[in-house]
Nanobody, 129 residues
Framework: QVQLVESGGGSVQAGGSLTLSCAAF????????MGWFRQAPGKEREGVAT????????YYADSVKGRFTISHDNAKNTLYLQMNSLRPEDTAMYYC??????????????????????WGQGTQVTVSS
């Protein structure tokens, strides 16, 4: 079993920055893909960015390209999301997700909400205009 614990959310003004962290516990060595997903009130959960732990490839939703950076620290078993130039439309609950495989990490960016096996409890990000 894998446990994911997110932290780092908060409230910022538009244009500001935040860094989210997701620590993995348990059988974290077996994780193939990790990613960040978000869900705004009344909307479906959507992929933000995913990270392939084997080759360290990264994938981003078009809406965050150039503003967000996903990274992973192997020694700490921790996934990060550096968010810059935040916009009010980035306001959402952000979730960390992970899986041991079965689909490509690129696929998980779009189908992760339906396919990922492990999820954290979420951390709220609020961006005010």
């Amino acid at each position: 079993q894998v446990q994911l614990v997110e932290s780092g959310g908060g409230s910022v003004q538009a244009g500001g920055s935040l860094t989210l962290s997701c620590a993995a516990f348990g059988y974290s060595y077996s994780i193939y893909c990790m990613g960040w997903f978000r869900q705004a009130p009344g909307k479906e959960r959507e992929g933000v960015a995913t990270f392939y732990t084997g080759g360290r490839s990264t994938y981003y939703a078009d809406s965050v390209k150039g503003r967000f950076t996903i990274s992973h620290d192997n020694a700490k078993n921790t996934l990060y999301l550096q968010m810059n130039s935040l916009r009010p439309e980035d306001t959402a609950m952000y979730y960390c997700g992970a899986d041991r495989g079965g689909n490509t990490c690129y696929t998980y960016l779009f189908e992760g909400p339906k396919r990922l096996s492990y999820w954290g409890q979420g951390t709220q990000v609020t961006v005010s205009s």
